[in-house]
């Protein structure tokens, strides 16, 4: 009898022990994932030396910024001088993604109040393009218009939809989220108009990957040096991106397949790395889209 009892004793004693080594089991497995963070960006580099006021002042601009070199076959084919770019600059913080455009040729303004085109010169001003998801398509572009009573420092975010462009992220003033100048898209051209420099902010782009596309598109219609015909010039080309790393503030090359001719990119990497002038990296990208 009594060696019945020990027995049931010792059942109920293991179950107790059972149930509570399961319980903390289950307490452990699921703490992992209640403490898990709705990872939206990537990680980042911590650059912050790299604040950049846009104000058209371009001595901000310090050597950790990734610097693109303009193909020579682009620069050579355009339409009118006015499309000729000759460097583009990435750099980011935490919270905004920068870029600056150096032109060949000083934008025609017709005075230093750079609100207003030479006669004969018609622009659209969108000079970045971005692919933030990775498949090598466009997602955003930035714009620069004028307003009322004022001049062509004013920038806003438009977004493909696939079908249309959509404003993302509104100028200046406007009565929008994103539309102060502590959070929100600014651009600025430099005094001498032959470089412009952009901001965007970096959590309404939906960022999803650390490598960033990227491309200096130039719209324009010169009747005056250029053939009088709207005009899409893109750098590096229209299916090539620049890639910037957000993690790590450099470039790597990258090559795609496309999701709209399936046509198989030859892997290419080479990444020069030129150590005489800057910490920047040279990439030669091949990532291969069909764009809209
Ligand atoms: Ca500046």
Known sequence: ?????????????????????????????????????AAKQPAVKKVSHDIITID??????????????????????????????????????????????????????????????????????????????????????????KLKKSDMNNTYVAKWT???WVTKLWHQGKKSKWSTPA???????????????????????????????????????????GSNKWISEYYPSRQKWFVYNLKTGTTKTKATKTKTTKTKTAKVKTTKTDTAKTKTTKTDTTKTSTNN
């Open 1 to 37: 009898m009594a060696n019945i009892k020990m027995k049931m004793m010792l059942v109920a004693v293991l179950l107790v022990v059972l149930t509570g080594v399961l319980s903390l089991r289950a307490l452990a497995a699921k703490q992992p994932a209640m403490k898990k963070p």
């Open 183 to 225: 959070i929100g898209t600014l651009g600025h051209y430099s005094k001498d108009a032959s470089s412009i420099e952009i901001r965007m902010p970096r959590e309404p782009l939906e960022i999803q990957l650390s490598e960033l596309g990227v491309q200096v598109f130039m719209s324009y219609r010169d009747k005056v040096k």
């Open 56 to 145: 058209g002042k371009l001595d901000d601009w310090t050597s950790s910024a990734t610097t693109f070199e303009m193909p020579k076959a682009v620069q050579d084919a355009t339409d009118s001088p006015y499309g000729k770019v000759k460097k583009l600059w990435v750099t980011h913080d935490d919270k905004f993604l920068y870029f600056r455009v150096d032109f060949v040729n000083p934008r025609p303004f017709t005075d230093a109040t750079q609100s207003a085109f030479k006669k004969g010169y018609w622009t659209n001003q969108r000079f970045i393009i971005l692919d933030v998801d990775g498949d090598s398509r466009l997602d955003y572009r930035s714009a620069q218009i």
């Open 162 to 164: 696939g079908k249309k």
